[in-house]
């Protein structure tokens, strides 16, 4: 391996890198600023972010609705609450818990919502986890639900990737970082403990201690049967132990360690990301199936098909309410919804109505109560709407719905297949105009991501409808393989040293646009963000003759040293391990840090990344940004100093990003026609 000239650039925030990050981005900005749309598209974006119209999207606990708020006044925002009944009038009447902005001062912190864990069946507390800066890792506060305070006296952890579950009012099962060696090589808790309250960390009781190897170890507990806890041990990305600890003890649960289970009151499910055959019967890959849970314990499990997969349906999730699963399914990358439930002996199935053409997304109102469901709809040119169902009942009621944000009145969506390279169809959406001239000469951003599961499938984007679609572009959204738009098999069928396919099928779908003549070289251009990212490293240097632009989001470029930095080492299910020389022979073909080079002519590519990004590490970009300029490519770049992997803190980072984005990939792909 030949030494990395450019490896200073790992070091996060050291002077000499926050300076050449600085002078990279006024580069940068100072070219995208200075653009005619700039300012005023900025401004439209941060208007529709801080917008009153938005949905806001609630959880509900014991009667009432909680909801996250961002906007104008709030910019950091605040968590509050409200009832179901005012929450369904126009202007709900919010009480609100906690104000971030007010507590970022008074604490000299800027703090980012992560989420609120309440304790059950008080609802008296919860835990609050914050983070600085955006970051994935965040500080785990006790709030008093009454006082609305955090106690000063109750349980709070420092800033790690921590993660804690309540066992009664007093008790507290916990992974965090304890100290040396708590952590896996991934940077997440490998141990799990026993804390009670009043009694200092130091002091909690070990209950779990996983290898340096795994990916992580996760608790929950079944509310409806406190005694009983649920330990997930993560193996890697796509395998784990599962045990149940009861009555003192700890029970490994005997399955396929790549099957993911879930508890469901006295029933097990199991997803299966294989073929298994157990005590003489296959139940296939994709399938979802069920068992008694004190059974398969047991040892004894009785399984029950509740899902199979066909060619081009697979599950997308599932949603468990107080009686029912409900099962959202997609065939052909389009949503159906299914409530099952165990009655007179049997499983029996009954399909929920949904509108046609629309994404959906399922969740429990609040299984500790009733079958009710929040339905959200969405399309490429449909805003969302959140809806309220209730499983056995015809009407869904609409609850709230978002404002048309651009003008959709002329725009298209169809789904086509492009031919991969050994022959598999591959489908993608396109959205356009619908008196588009097939000329080759259409401004068109084809987005792809293409790993871990991740189906890409129909959503309104306000911002690529103002910052795209009503300029006149088009834009492309691939389903290649390594998504989980067909199931596992999608997903397999590009992990590891099949990794090419993915980056096949992104070629394929590129070269179908331009054989259709929608686009052409010139004005094809491409985005992707993470994995993404790692995608789009691979498509520029593969192949540079198919795009004129590129928007390489905080990516994955240097697969030789993925796994040593941040929370890479828990990704090697997915890519392999760069040490063990078998699996470098294949991830060293597409390694974009390590395939590109001086005497290529490659096209303008965007870097943006976030220094706060404690998932991907920021070194990615800034290295491989190094070492095109030095080779003398066209390249520019972005760094924001917060944001996380998300890239941006609050709205108005968002917004600036965003336009940053769009008005660079329209300068690039509209030159030829100037």
């Known amino acids: 391996m030949q030494s990395d000239p450019y490896l200073w650039l790992e070091d996060i925030e050291s002077e000499a890198s926050l300076a050449w990050v600085k002078s990279q981005n006024a580069i940068s900005t100072s070219q995208l600023e200075a653009l ?61 818990l906690l104000d971030l902005d007010e507590l970022a001062t008074r604490e000299e912190k800027n703090w980012v919502w992560h989420e609120a864990n309440f304790h059950y069946p008080s609802y008296s507390r919860a835990l609050i986890y914050l983070s600085d800066g955006g970051t994935d890792a965040h500080t785990m506060r006790e709030f008093d639900m009454e006082t609305k305070t955090f106690l000063e006296h109750g349980f709070h952890l420092p800033q790690a990737k921590s993660r804690a579950i309540w066992i009664d009012l007093d008790t507290l099962w916990a992974g965090t970082d304890f100290g040396e060696g708590s952590l896996n090589n991934s940077g997440y808790a490998r141990i799990i403990k026993q804390w009670k309250r009043a009694t200092p960390l130091e002091q909690a009781v070990t209950v ?64 299966l990301r294989e073929d298994w055959t157990t005590n003489g019967t296959t139940y296939p890959q994709g399938a979802l199936i069920v068992s008694k849970l ?113 003008d959709a009145s002329q725009l298209i969506v169809q789904q086509l297949d492009a031919i991969s390279k050994d022959g ?33 499938l129909p959503f309104y984007s306000a911002s690529i409808g103002m910052g795209w679609l009503e300029q006149g572009g088009v834009f492309v959204v691939a389903n290649i393989r390594g998504g989980g738009e067909f199931g596992p098999r999608w997903h397999r069928a590009a992990l590891r040293e099949n990794r090419q396919r993915a980056y096949d099928d992104f070629i394929a779908i590129a070269e179908h646009l331009i054989a259709r003549k929608v686009t052409s070289s010139q004005h094809l ?28 989001a905080v990516p994955l470029l240097d697969m030789q040293r993925y796994h040593k930095l941040l929370a890479g080492a828990s990704w090697m299910a997915e890519y392999g391990d760069p040490d063990n020389p078998t699996d470098w022979e294949f991830i060293q073909k597409y390694s974009p840090y390590q395939n590109v080079f001086a005497n290529k002519t490659y096209p303008s590519i965007f870097f943006t990344t976030s220094t706060r990004d404690d ?12 070492k095109m300029l030095e080779q003398k490519h066209n390249v520019l770049y972005y760094e924001n100093t917060e944001g996380g992997h998300a890239g941006a803190a609050n709205n108005l980072q968002t917004a600036y990003k965003l336009t940053l984005e769009y008005s660079y990939l329209w300068r690039e792909l509209t030159k030829s026609d100037m």
């Open 36 to 96: 005619p749309n700039f300012a005023p598209l900025r401004s439209r974006i941060a208007a529709m972010l801080d917008s009153s119209e938005k949905i806001p999207y609630v959880t509900a606990r014991n009667g009432l609705l909680y909801n996250f708020w961002r906007d104008t006044k709030n910019v950091r925002g605040v968590w509050r609450r409200t009832t179901l009944e005012s929450f369904q009038s126009d202007t709900p009447n919010w009480e609100v």
């Open 208 to 271: 779990f201690e996983g290898a340096m190897t795994d990916v992580w170890a996760f608790v929950q507990r079944q509310d409806e049967t406190p005694n009983r806890i649920f330990l997930m041990q993560g193996l890697d990305f796509y395998t784990n132990n599962f045990m149940l600890c009861a009555d003192g003890g700890m029970t490994k649960l005997d399955k396929q360690i790549s099957a993911n289970a879930t508890p469901f009151g006295d029933w097990l499910l199991l997803e």
């Open 294 to 406: 004190e059974a398969a314990f047991a040892g004894k499990a009785d399984w029950t098909v509740l899902f199979a997969p066909t060619e081009r349906s697979a599950l997308a999730d599932f949603t468990l309410t107080k009686n029912y699963i409900m099962l959202n399914v997609l065939e052909n990358v389009q949503n159906r919804v299914f409530a099952v439930q165990f009655k007179n002996g049997s499983w029996q199935t009954q399909s929920i109505a949904i509108p046609e053409n629309s994404t959906a997304y399922i969740s429990a109102f609040d299984a500790h109560l009733n079958d009710d469901f929040w339905l959200t709809l969405t399309g490429f040119l449909t805003p969302s709407t959140l809806m309220l169902g209730s499983v056995g009942k015809s009407n869904l009621q609409t609850i709230k719905a978002s404002p048309s944000y651009f």
């Open 615 to 626: 998932r991907v590490h920021p070194g990615h970009a800034r290295k491989m940004m190094a």
């Open 525 to 552: 251009g491409i985005r992707g963000g993470s994995n993404g990212g790692l995608l789009m490293g691979a498509m520029f240097t593969q192949r540079p003759d198919l795009f004129a632009a590129v928007i390489c």
């Open 424 to 456: 598999t169809a591959i489908p993608y959406f396109q959205i356009s105009s619908k008196n588009m001239v097939l000329n080759g000469k259409n401004p068109t951003m084809l987005y792809g991501y293409g790993g871990f599961e991740v189906s890409e």
